[in-house]
């Protein structure tokens, strides 16, 4: 129930984000609105904790901005990478244990993974990653763990 | 302005080519619809320009008619899209159909069997 | 104050429109699918981000900012589940991955 | 500066086409495309600028979406041959 | 009866035919009751019209347009009069004729066959009192195909081959010439009404007068001038009632008459004498007519060398016609009819000896007088209309051609028509001679006398009216003197 | 108060009759849908058309906003005349429907037939009233991909692959039309035909203009199945269900001619088109390719709706050959020829239905002594033959009258030489039939089947009295033909 | 899409958002004509993309064949009963300004619901489309 309802908060805040009109018609039409698609969504069974994963809000203040950090550093790596005339790569499959508990949890560290140039995760399991990098020193920084800890983190903070 | 009128110019005639290209040289029936897709999308580009060129907005007729201008080239790209969209998927739904039916998708190879079903089977 | 919005923005477009250009250029250069993957994400991250960015402080806080924002995440959501489920179709599909030390020697060219 | 940015876009675009022509298998295509995708979602807020036509930005946001949504149906037709294919998929349950 | 209410049951009067005897086809005596039953009345209703066209009037209806300014409409005026009578009353022998043929081959299909040959008749009746050149294309079509199951009947491939030849040529004459000549009639007159004296005066120059004689001429395929004239010969695999019908009743006098009537009331014969740009169409049907001659003389199978002496008789037609003098267009509408009976009673006398002795061959005729003696003398007073002496219709038609010819001082056709009476005489007589004079063979173990009666009563009518039209020759004269104002 | 709005319930009843029978799903409701929506058409188009005579030109402004800033329906005489034809051939095709859909299509894809049948003939009515050339477009393609789905519904195999192959070719040809229609806007800054046509003089021969002519042309053409545009028409037609081969035949390509005319005479004018550019002797040219080519071809087919379908190409070229001569006899030609060729092949496609419905096929190699078994059907499709040939009696007839006028009234003398010939070829593909028919020995196929249908021959035979009826008496049809090339040869007014 | 783990946790956060997008430029549609379309597309992708990861089956059970169809029919029935409307109410086809008093007011509404027709009628058709040719099978996979 409360999911429920916050879902129907969450989903009116981003109709007001996107309408930026306040007339009480459209208000309205938009609280109609979330109300009919979380029904639907119900339906789907999609709202769930992973579907609807409020309780991270405050972790990704935290997480997020290291990320975004970490992609522009590894973008320009690789933008240096293929602008060089030799194409330096030395490509890599790497597999390793993730720590993460929830499905959530498993996402969010596989998207990083894919965001983060240089690196893609290429199977995704409860026990095992795959991940091809373009270079061995970007393989080893997945294998590092350190976004694997960051994510643990992210994820328990819930 | 004009610069980018020239270019999506161009780009319209090489999306027109490539795509009637792709529909005559492939003969896999996906990929011709793949080409297909891509010869219709160089119409969306060609609907943008006219807006520039005229000036953004359509004739206002009285004080009757301001609050909503008619024909406006994205409304003509949407309804051009959607028309893409559904021939595309009328067009899988048949493939689709086409496969259980010949056990190929290739051109040639469907061809080639329905002729063989003439040859064996004149009933057919 | 303007003069400086402009200037920001303009950077950030710039530097928007070169990581999409270098995307586009490692996609052609790669040797191989997963490679150009790599190649492609920096397009879809940093240039794309960059880009969004140089519109946002050009439309200041307003409603436009909230839309581009949302392409953002769109993107910063989308891509990355796109691109892995790419890869691991590719994968399963069989398509073999390049592997090694992969350097041109200089005097191939 | 907009066409400066538009024109850095449509640069990209045709090196991504390039790449979807070349191909060669048909992953690397739907990779083009789904990039393709990509760059038409900015061509089109970078448009909406051009033109002083916010509209144009919910077009970009449908298109990132219809990409997404593209690209996941183009993978699965590809890996089992049948869009509608639930897979070994475990159905999600409801509470 | 209005004579306009008896244009419509002329013209009805068949359909309605067809259609009982389609109704009747389980019972052939019915079916052949209805036959003779609507020829009778046919010939009756038409002769009521005799008196008055004959008297000057020329009653006409018309009904809706067959294309604006171009009603559906039917005039009768005396060549067209002629023909009627002389088509409805040679389907009454023919259908006494009919029934013993049909009868005695055991053919098949023979409900469809009187069928067909009813719509013939009219479309015959159209062609013959079209008031218009588009109403006479009408029927002159309609007749093309309503015949072609005729020509077609036994179904055979020689039959289909037959067929394919018969509405190849007439089809491609009419609609590749025909249709185009009155296209530029239409163009150039304004009207395609048949009227007295032509309507094309001064509307075309000099050369594309000549030019629309040649479509015309060409394009009337139905009159069998060479070379378009294959069609006859291929088509006398069809039984010999048809060949009657297509030699004499209907269609070949269908197209000569078109020919007449287009030279007399399209062109207007004063119109056109002179012109040098007509000069031609005397020399080809002069060809035609020597040319199958010839090919008749040469011919063994007795209905092909009835074939190309039709060939042969009907560019008498045209070339009396086309001589544009009134004596030799008199000629030609008389000729018409003379034919028509002389024609007809030889086809007769060859499908009765088909019938009572299955012969097909000249060469094998020897002695045939004597087993089949009304047959052959029937067939004898027709050979004598066809050579032009007396006492038969053919001497009289002749006469008035020949004359025409030497009052114009156009002596190549007099030369044309001696020539031919030569050749006439030539592949005509020999027949007559074997039929009488010499013995039968010994080989020939086939004893059989005359044919069906049903047969030989048709063929000694139609020999009696070859005869009794030199006698009674004003009856016609009456009518078609008034073609030259006469 | 309704007739007032008919020209836009021409369009809108369809419209509404397709989702009603898709909430309905039960095909014989979907049937009486569909015929009362064809039959409303018949009764509307006429009561059109007479308004039409009476007034000139209707025009309709959807939802009241003006021309040319709202889109307009726009009635003259030539489109008129063409409502009536659709309307005809809807109703009598609906009335054959029920039976020949019964035998043809799987049961749970009927309504979903019935459906589709209204969304075509709303999108044929759309295209033929609209005013507004990206309406055009939409209309085209709204009938394009319903007609997409109707030939997949054919029972063979085949039909799939014909659907398939008209749709990638019906898109090539829809695009090219909307790119066409984009370059319209982009040097007019409008859509409304009639404002194109004023605003087209000032920019007349510019690149754009000339490109946009040459995407039209051969975009329509394409859906016109213009030689040698056509490669999608025979195994469409021949694969099709036969209650669709009939519409489609009857109407499709015609309304694609419709806006071929309504093009070039109406917005680009025919002083443009024919005197400053040599668009006469290219269609000339292609339409006696067309006459010719075709009409070879369906010689020697097999199939004896492949047959009918190349003949279809071939009368196309009789359509358009009227069209070159850019006159008023001439584009009479073309338009009635419109009329009577749709009657004419409908009424064919019918019987050829008639046939499939009791043989399976329609190959002619299977066909033998096939006039013994359906005597009836035979002497029909022997009817509709001679009206191809255009003999005399029959409303081909008249169309070649006109068309062989309107070559020697321009001076054209061997070209009136030419529809004649070609009509020779049409001899021998329908005597092919004679012979097959009426002269071979039934085989135990033809004998087997005896099911006498009147539900299927009763409609068939309308069209067939339409035909006769139009040969005798073509007063009705050459007079509104006169006035539609007469509006069409107006221009721009 | 077995093991496809991140895609279904995307998929789960993301089409309750596009639906609601979906939503928004229905509502948002008649500051310009045409939103219709775009809405109609977004929600029926939304529900296409359920089907893509979740099986096809799972996704019917959700909206199913009948309503789909009747969603698609509906949705016509609604844009033309808004065009009779005008006339009904004396004015044409589809005229809006006599929907209500006010023209401008008779304007919003004929848009309002117009609009809605068109949405309910793409999303109609996009997705029986999409159940067309996703329900039958491929005889074993190429490529
Ligand atoms: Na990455
Ligand atoms: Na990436």
């Known amino acids: 129930m409360f999911r429920a309802a916050s879902s129907v908060a969450t989903l009116f805040l981003f109709w007001v984000a996107l309408s930026g009109f306040f007339t009480p018609f459209l208000l309205a039409v938009g609280f109609g609105s979330s109300l009919a698609v979380v029904w639907l969504a119900h339906r789907m069974a999609v709202v769930d904790h992973e579907g609807h994963p409020i309780h991270l809000g405050l972790a990704a203040t935290v997480y997020w901005p290291w990320l975004f950090r970490e992609i522009a550093k590894s973008a320009w790596d690789v933008t240096k990478i293929i602008l060089d005339p030799r194409l330096p790569i030395q490509p890599t499959l790497v597999r390793f244990r993730p720590t993460q508990r929830t499905e959530v949890g ?40 350190d976004m694997d800890a960051r994510v643990s983190r992210f994820e328990s903070r819930a | 302005m004009t610069l980018f009128g020239h270019f999506s110019y161009w780009i319209t005639m090489f999306l027109l080519t490539a795509g009637l290209y792709i529909v005559i040289a492939r003969g896999h029936l996906v990929k011709k619809l793949i080409g297909l897709s891509i010869f219709q999308t160089s119409v969306y580009l060609l609907y943008i320009a006219p807006s520039k060129l005229i000036g953004g907005t359509a004739p206002i007729v009285s004080d009757k008619f301001t609050l909503y201008s008619n024909p406006l080239p994205h409304v003509l790209i949407l309804t051009a899209i959607v028309v893409g969209i559904a021939t595309l998927a009328l067009g899988l739904a048949l493939v689709v159909r086409i496969r259980e039916a010949y056990g190929s998708a290739e051109e040639d190879e469907i061809l080639a069997r329905d002729e063989d079903a003439a040859r064996e089977n004149p009933r057919s | 104050m303007s003069a400086l919005v402009d200037a920001t923005s303009w950077l950030l477009l710039l530097a928007g429109g070169f990581f999409c250009i270098v995307g586009g250029i490692g996609l052609v250069r790669m040797p191989d699918f997963y490679t150009r993957m790599h190649a492609a994400s920096v397009t879809d991250t940093l240039g794309a981000g960059l880009m969004l960015l140089g519109m946002m402080v050009q439309a200041g806080l307003s409603l436009v900012t909230v839309k581009l924002a949302m392409i953002g995440l769109l993107i910063f959501f989308a891509s990355p589940a796109a691109t892995h489920a790419l890869a691991k179709a590719g994968m399963s599909r069989g398509v073999e991955p390049v592997l090694g030390r992969q350097e041109r020697r200089p005097s191939k060219r | 500066m907009f066409v400066a940015a538009a024109l850095a876009l449509l640069t990209t675009l045709a090196l991504v086409l390039a790449r979807a022509i070349l191909g060669p298998t048909v992953f690397d295509r739907a990779l083009a495309a789904n990039t393709v995708g990509t760059l038409a979602s900015l061509l089109l807020a970078v448009i909406g600028f051009l033109t002083g036509r916010p509209e144009f930005l919910d077009l970009a946001i449908v298109y990132g979406l219809l990409n997404l949504v593209g690209t996941v149906a183009v993978l699965k037709y590809f890996r089992y041959g049948d869009l509608g294919d639930p897979g070994d998929e475990d159905v999600p349950e409801h509470p | 009866m209005s004579a306009q209410a008896a244009i419509v049951v002329a013209l009805v009067l068949p359909l309605a035919g067809a259609l009982l005897i389609a109704l009747a086809g389980r019972v052939p005596n019915l079916r052949e009751g209805f036959t003779l039953a609507t020829a009778v009345s046919l010939f009756a209703v038409v002769a009521t019209l005799y008196p008055g066209v004959a008297a000057g009037e020329r009653p006409g209806i018309e009904f809706f347009e067959l294309l604006p300014g171009v009603p ?9 009069l002629l023909f009627a009578l002389i088509a409805s009353g040679l389907w009454i022998a023919n259908s006494l004729y009919s029934i013993g043929y049909m009868r005695g081959n055991h053919e098949q299909h023979q409900t469809r066959f009187y069928i067909c040959f009813a719509g013939a008749i009219a ?25 072609y199951p005729l020509v077609t009947h036994s179904g055979t491939d020689d039959a289909r081959r037959a067929g394919r030849v018969y509405l190849g040529v007439l089809l491609t004459t009419s609609m590749l010439f025909f249709l185009v000549a009155l296209v530029i009639t239409w163009l150039a007159a304004g009207t395609l009404e048949f009227t007295a004296g032509g309507i094309l005066d001064g509307r075309l120059g000099n050369a594309a007068i000549g030019g629309l004689l040649a479509l015309y001429m060409f394009g009337i395929g139905k009159a069998a001038l060479m070379p378009f004239h294959r069609w006859l010969p291929a088509a006398m695999v069809a039984p010999t009632p048809v ?32 012109l040098a740009s007509v000069d031609w169409l005397p020399t080809v049907a002069g060809f035609t007519i020597i040319a199958a001659s010839i090919v008749a003389l040469r011919a063994d199978n007795l209905k092909r060398r009835l074939a190309y002496s039709t060939v042969s008789q009907l560019s008498y037609v045209v070339l009396a016609a086309a001589l544009l003098t009134p004596l030799s267009v008199i000629g030609a509408a008389l000729h018409i009819a003379a034919h028509a009976c002389g024609k007809i009673t030889l086809f007769f006398a060859a499908g009765a000896i088909y019938t009572a002795a299955h012969k097909t061959q000249v060469s094998q005729l020897d002695g045939i007088g004597r087993r089949m003696p009304w047959t052959m003398t029937a067939f004898a007073i027709g050979v004598l209309s066809m050579i032009g002496l007396p006492p038969t219709a053919g001497f009289v038609s002749k006469w008035f051609i020949l004359s025409g010819a030497y009052n114009s001082e156009q002596w190549t056709a007099v030369a044309v028509i001696v020539i031919s009476t030569l050749l006439t005489a030539g592949y005509f007589l020999p027949i007559v001679f074997r039929a009488f004079f010499r013995p039968i063979p010994v080989a020939d173990d086939h004893p059989h006398g005359e044919a069906p009666t049903t047969m030989v009563v048709a063929l000694v009518a139609t020999a009696a009216l070859t005869v009794l039209m030199f006698f009674f020759a004003d009856l016609p004269l009456a009518l078609v003197r008034q073609l030259v104002g006469g | 108060m309704i007739s007032t709005h008919l020209p836009v319930l021409q369009v809108i009843v369809p419209l509404v009759a397709a989702p009603l029978i898709v909430l309905i799903r039960r095909a014989g409701v979907g049937w009486a849908i569909a015929l009362a929506a064809s039959l409303f058409s018949l009764y509307s188009a006429i009561a059109i058309s007479v308004h039409v005579q009476d007034v000139g030109v209707i025009s309709y402004a959807i939802g009241n906003w003006p021309p040319p800033w709202g889109i307009e329906i726009r009635i003259d005489a030539a489109n008129a005349f063409l409502l009536v034809l659709l309307g005809l051939v809807a109703a009598v095709v609906a009335l054959y429907a029920r039976t020949s859909v019964a035998a043809e299509v799987p049961a749970e894809q009927r309504y979903l037939f019935y459906a589709m049948y209204c969304l075509c003939l709303a999108g044929l009515t759309g295209i033929t009233v609209t005013g507004d050339a990206f309406n055009v477009f939409v209309f085209m393609e709204i009938s394009s991909l319903s007609s997409y789905v109707l030939i997949a519904l054919g029972r063979d195999r085949r039909a799939l692959l014909a659907s398939y192959q008209y749709l990638i070719l019906g898109t090539i040809g829809a695009t090219f039309i909307v790119i066409g229609v984009g370059l319209l806007y982009l040097v007019t800054g409008t859509l409304n035909l009639r404002d194109i046509a004023m605003r087209l003089p000032d920019v007349e021969h510019t690149r754009p203009v000339l490109a946009a002519l040459a995407f039209l042309v051969v975009g329509i053409s394409l859906k016109a199945a213009l030689f040698p545009l056509h490669m999608w028409l025979p195994a469409a037609y021949a694969h099709a269900p036969s209650a669709v081969s009939a519409f489609l035949a009857a109407t499709a390509t015609k309304v694609s001619l419709y806006i071929l005319l309504r093009f070039c005479f109406s917005v680009f004018g025919a ?50 050959l009227g069209i070159s001569f850019a006159t008023q006899t001439g584009l009479t030609a073309g338009i009635v020829h419109l009329f009577n060729h749709g009657v004419t092949k409908g009424a064919l496609f019918m019987l050829v239905g008639v046939v499939v419905y009791r043989l399976g096929d329609a190959r002619l190699d299977r066909m033998g002594g096939l006039a013994k078994a359906m005597p009836l059907t035979c002497a029909g499709i022997v009817l509709g033959g001679l009206s191809l040939i255009g003999v005399p009696g029959t409303a081909g007839f008249v169309s070649k009258w006109y068309l062989v006028l309107a070559a020697v009234e321009t001076g054209h003398w061997w070209l009136a030489f030419m529809p004649v010939a070609s009509s020779l070829l049409a001899v021998a593909y329908v005597w092919r039939f004679v012979e097959v028919a009426y002269f071979r020995e039934p085989t135990e196929h033809v004998a087997a089947a005896r099911r006498k249908k009147f539900g299927l021959l009763a409609p068939a035979g309308i069209l067939l009295l339409a035909v006769v009826y139009f040969g005798f008496d073509p007063t009705l049809t050459v007079d509104a033909a006169a006035r539609a090339a007469q509006s069409l040869l107006a221009g721009v007014k | 899409m077995k093991q496809y ?36 597309v977004i929600v029926a992708a939304a529900i296409i993309f359920y089907a893509i990861v979740f099986g096809l089956p799972t996704a019917r059970k959700v909206v199913p064949d009948w309503l789909v169809e009747t969603l698609l029919a509906a949705g016509v029935l609604l844009y033309a009963g808004v065009g009779v409307a005008g006339i009904m109410l004396g004015g044409n086809f589809l005229d809006y300004f006599v929907l209500d008093h006010d023209p401008v007011h008779g304007q919003h509404r004929g848009i309002f619901w117009v609009e809605l027709g068109v949405f309910i009628t793409v999303a109609g058709v996009m997705l029986k489309i999409f159940y067309m040719f996703a329900s039958r099978r491929r005889d074993g996979g190429d490529e």
């Open chain 5, 72 to 80: 559906f409409g039917f005039t009768v005026e005396p060549l067209g």
């Open chain 1, 106 to 145: 498993l996402a969010t560290h596989a998207n990083s993974i894919t965001l983060t140039p240089g690196t893609i995760s290429v199977e995704v399991g409860r026990h095992e990653f795959l991940v091809h990098a373009l270079t061995t020193s970007g393989a080893e920084g997945v294998k590092s763990g």
């Open chain 5, 243 to 274: 060949s009657a019908l297509l030699h004499a009743v209907a269609v070949v006098k269908a197209g000569v008459f078109t020919v007449v009537k287009v030279i007399v009331y399209i062109f207007g014969v004063n119109n056109i004498a002179g």
């Open chain 6, 271 to 320: 002083t443009f088109i024919f005197g400053a550019l040599p668009m006469a002797n290219v269609l000339m040219v292609l339409s006696l390719a067309a006459m010719f080519v075709a009409s070879a071809a369906a010689i020697f087919q097999n199939d004896f709706r492949r047959v009918l379908a190349y003949s279809s190409v071939a009368q196309i070229g009789y359509i358009t």
């Open chain 5, 123 to 147: 479309a015959t009746l159209g062609v013959a009192f079209a008031a218009n050149g588009l109403t006479l294309f009408l029927f002159y079509e309609m007749l093309t195909l309503v015949t």
């Open chain 7, 5 to 40: 783990l991140v895609l279904r946790v995307i998929a789960k956060i993301m089409i309750p958002l596009m639906l609601l997008f979906g939503l928004y430029v229905q509502f948002h549609g008649d500051f310009g004509p045409g939103g219709g379309f775009q809405a109609g």
